[in-house]
């Protein structure tokens, strides 16, 4: 009955092996009690690229792209539709949801009483809502290619990168949930999610805007996410990459961290 | 205070409660269009035809053809907010609203009233900020526009009424948002609001002419461009005002059944 | 299985910021009993509780679980325990059978056995025809019988109940209790908190009444009452608030006299006889109690007030 109790600490399988029970857990919940709410997520960032890549891209026409030269609007928007679906897919997935289980439906309370600790729970919460985002990110590049917005081969390059996007606003998301207070608290999540999508030069050029304004969007976490995919997909990279690169990466492990933290003070006081 | 005409008493309850969250609500009901407006209005209005009055948008630049439109949708979108999470919160057993309601003189079909009017206001609200806000970015091109005001509440109800008498009758909360990515989605961005619906494929032109927002887009864009016709505006007020009177005999069924049992 | 001491501690302290809510308490929990925290809400019971289970580190003391640190070995504590929170944190997105699954996966367990082992649990806490019911449709008593369930799809060789029948009807009480008896006689370790003396007295083999914090007594239930109470306690009821003025005319008719706001309590050996005395003193009580002394008498004793307060 009683498992040895000679332990030399977890070993690095057991390790990876707790955070996948969780994740487990939540590919159990969504994919099988509700499969319709995954599918038309799928469709959501395809029903933008219709609409603004081809609707406003005909009253467009060509817009400059990364390498200077003129492309179609749509497959100059497409790459920023592509990061903003990472960004609103992890927000989705871990903010509100990891709020309800955390204090409302008590679900992590359970968790930390078997051999799962809060830092696994961060760390299957997020790993989670990347992997969902990378999903998503696939099925997005492959509707670009068919409607041919997809100008190299570089662009299978924009799946990491959505994936990383993907990873930063989880974390983000995940640490911002550990400090909301109710369920309001929420709106201000969509106030900054939206000018977010809006204005980081997801639509138009950076070069339409005035110098002092494209600082400031050049600063917006988005923007890194919008200009990397941007540049694979029209097949156009640059050194500039890795910052972008190096941006992200900076986000997601320092709101991991923050999430870690946070989280271990909220279930194991 | 002079007490309130019975209809109308379940007004204060939504009242006291936006009392507490206007602040958050008004950013989410009103800042949304207003950034619409700001980055796909004037931003990517200086890329079609270099901020210039087009033919293909009746005349109008680019900002001037999106925003009446953004007026139209964001009717839609306070009324669709309502009558799913905020119809479906009150109706619970436990904490709704409608349940304290029910324990008073007010009845089930006062509630359903009570509830609209408050969709409704909020929607005229919503429109009236908005107005305001892009007349200041120079699209407002006529004075008929106040008259657009109408329209807010109007469409609001055209939404509000049909899917309250589903939200008070479903059991999860799930399927709304799939109402949000599958419905309001479409409208939102199909429905002539960001390009003339003249752009579509023939087939779909069609699909697009049938949906409710297509009506309060014209109808609100003839407002703003001071061009409003009588024919083909009743037209669009009858088809509105059609579905909005089927959904209210609906939902009037939908909260007796539910709230009755 | 059935030696040994499976939580032992010393000088155990937690304190949130200025709050101490444990203040230097020492237990021991032996092999195969079932122990018990009794006390008031507020009392320590769960804070200490959460500290056993590895959920919370101490403030200060010694803890030893199963012969582990909570500290340093917390995981493997946890994969060793059985856990039943005060409040049922099942998950309501999943089936009843896929709650026991998907929480032994966390600490785990191979399908192909788990779900030999669900089949197994669901007999044992009455619920194999509602297997594959959602959780939100199950009553109360149902759900509790499930979360004990999910704390044994690991074969815990410690189980810890945080007030396992609070809110629950009666009839629930009782099926819960004989479930918890079937566990002890399989030989396993039960520690458990409650506000409720009967449940105490029904289950504890041995106990530790806490109050702010602290341990004010130790012992077996029966133990506790013969130390800190008399055999029996003859109860007067009187309107409220004239319970105060009936203590002064009693005082010296039992062992003890204790007065809450509609009741005095009079502590005595031979409860009867102390009945009678009442009568003949004149004294006009609406109604007249003899009953054997509690636990809760016991806590009353030792602080002046009711355990439910």
């Not at chain 3, 918890?180 to 041995?206: F, I, N, P, W």
């Amino acid at each position: 009955m009683a498992r040895s109790s000679l332990t030399l600490g977890p070993s690095l399988a057991e390790r990876a092996r707790r955070p996948s029970a969780l994740v487990a857990r939540n590919f159990f919940v969504q994919v099988r009690a509700v499969p319709y709410v995954w599918a038309s997520g799928l469709l959501e960032p395809i029903l933008y690229l219709l609409s603004i890549g081809i609707g406003i891209g005909h009253l467009v026409g060509k817009v400059p792209g990364p390498g200077g030269a003129l492309v179609p609007y749509a497959a100059f928007v497409a790459p920023g539709l592509l990061a903003t679906s990472a960004m609103n897919g992890a927000i989705y997935e871990c903010t509100t949801n990891i709020f309800a289980k955390l204090h409302w439906a008590k679900l992590y309370d359970a968790v930390v009483a078997t051999p799962l600790g809060p830092t696994d729970i961060a760390v299957a919460e997020v790993g989670f809502a990347t992997f969902r985002c990378f999903l998503y990110a696939g099925v997005f590049l492959a509707t670009m290619a068919a409607l041919g917005d997809v100008r190299s081969w570089w662009a299978i390059m924009c799946l990491p990168a959505a994936t990383l996007v993907g990873a930063a606003f989880a974390s983000a998301g995940f640490a911002a949930s550990c400090f909301m207070r109710s369920w309001t608290d929420f709106d201000k999540v969509q106030m900054v999610a939206m000018p977010l999508f809006l204005f980081s030069a997801t639509f138009y050029p950076l070069s339409e805007l005035p110098r002092w304004l494209q600082l400031v969007v050049e600063a917006l976490p988005l923007y890194p996410g919008v200009a990397l995919c941007r540049q694979f997909s029209l097949g156009h990279p640059s050194a500039s990459a890795f910052g972008y690169i190096i941006y992200l990466s900076v986000l997601a492990l320092l709101a991991g961290e923050v999430s870690r933290r946070r989280v271990t003070k909220l279930l194991t006081p | 205070m002079q007490a309130l005409p019975a209809p109308l008493r379940p007004l204060s309850y939504f009242w006291v409660s936006f009392r507490r969250t206007w602040m958050s609500t008004l950013s989410t009901t009103f800042l949304t269009p207003l950034l619409y407006l700001a980055s796909l209005g004037a931003g990517l209005g200086a890329l079609v035809g270099h901020g210039q009055r087009l033919a293909s948008l009746g005349g109008q630049d680019y900002v001037s053809f999106v925003a009446p439109a953004l007026l139209a949708a964001t009717a839609m979108q306070v009324a669709i907010a309502q009558a799913t999470y905020d119809v479906w919160g009150a109706c619970n057993p436990w904490s709704g609203a409608y349940r304290s309601m029910q324990a008073s003189p007010i009845s089930v079909g006062q509630i359903m009233t009570g509830h609209m009017t408050w969709i409704a206001a909020r929607a005229l609200l919503a429109c009236t900020l908005f107005l305001v806000v892009s007349a200041a970015f120079g699209t407002v091109h006529s004075p008929e526009a106040l008259a657009g005001l109408a329209v807010g509440p109007l469409t609001a109800l055209t939404f509000a009424a049909p899917l309250a008498a589903y939200s008070v009758r479903a059991r999860h909360d799930q399927p709304f948002t799939v109402v949000f990515r599958l419905f309001m989605l479409p409208l939102f961005l199909f429905s002539g609001t960001f390009f003339p619906v003249s752009q579509l494929p023939v087939g779909l032109r069609y699909v697009a002419y049938a949906l409710p927002l297509w009506h309060s887009v014209e109808l609100s864009r003839s407002l703003y461009a001071g061009k409003f016709g009588l024919l083909a505006g009743l037209g669009h007020l009858a088809y509105l005002a059609g579905v909005a009177g089927i959904g209210l005999v609906l939902a009037r069924r939908s909260y007796r059944v539910r709230l009755s049992r | 299985m059935s030696t040994g001491t499976r939580v032992s501690a010393r000088g155990l302290r937690k304190s949130f910021g200025d709050f101490t809510a444990v203040d230097g308490i020492d237990f021991e929990v032996r092999a195969g009993e079932v122990f018990g925290f009794l006390g008031p809400n507020g009392a320590g019971k769960s804070s200490t509780m959460r500290m056993v289970g590895a959920t919370s580190e101490r403030t200060g003391g010694e803890l030893s679980v199963l012969g582990l640190d909570p500290s340093h070995d917390g995981a493997t504590i946890r994969s060793r325990l059985g856990v039943v929170p005060q409040e049922d944190n099942l998950d309501l997105e999943l089936s009843v059978s896929d709650n026991l699954f998907v929480y032994g996966r966390y600490f785990g367990i191979p399908r192909r056995e788990l779900r030999a082992r669900i089949v197994d649990l669901l007999h044992f806490a009455r619920l194999s025809e509602r297997a594959t019911e959602k959780v939100d449709n199950l009553s109360g008593g149902m759900k509790r019988r499930l979360t004990i369930a999910r704390g044994l799809v690991n074969e815990p060789e410690l189980i810890l109940l945080d007030e396992p029948t609070t809110g629950l009807d009666p009839q629930a009480r009782h099926l819960l209790w004989d479930r918890l008896y079937s566990l002890k006689q399989s030989g396993v370790t039960l520690v458990l908190t409650t506000h409720y003396m009967d449940e105490a007295e029904q289950l504890c083999d041995r106990l530790v009444v806490m109050d702010k914090g602290h341990i004010i007594a130790a012992g077996s239930p029966r133990e506790l009452v013969d130390r800190y109470a008399t055999k029996e306690v003859v109860e007067l009821r009187f309107p409220a608030g004239e319970a105060r003025r009936a203590l002064e005319e009693v005082d010296g008719l039992a062992r003890r006299v204790e007065a809450l706001a509609d009741r005095v309590f009079l502590y005595t050996d031979d409860g009867d006889e102390t009945a009678e005395e009442v009568a003949h003193s004149g004294l006009r009580p609406t109604s007249t109690l003899v009953r054997r002394a509690s636990l809760e008498d016991v806590f009353m004793t030792l602080t002046g007030r009711q355990l439910d307060d």
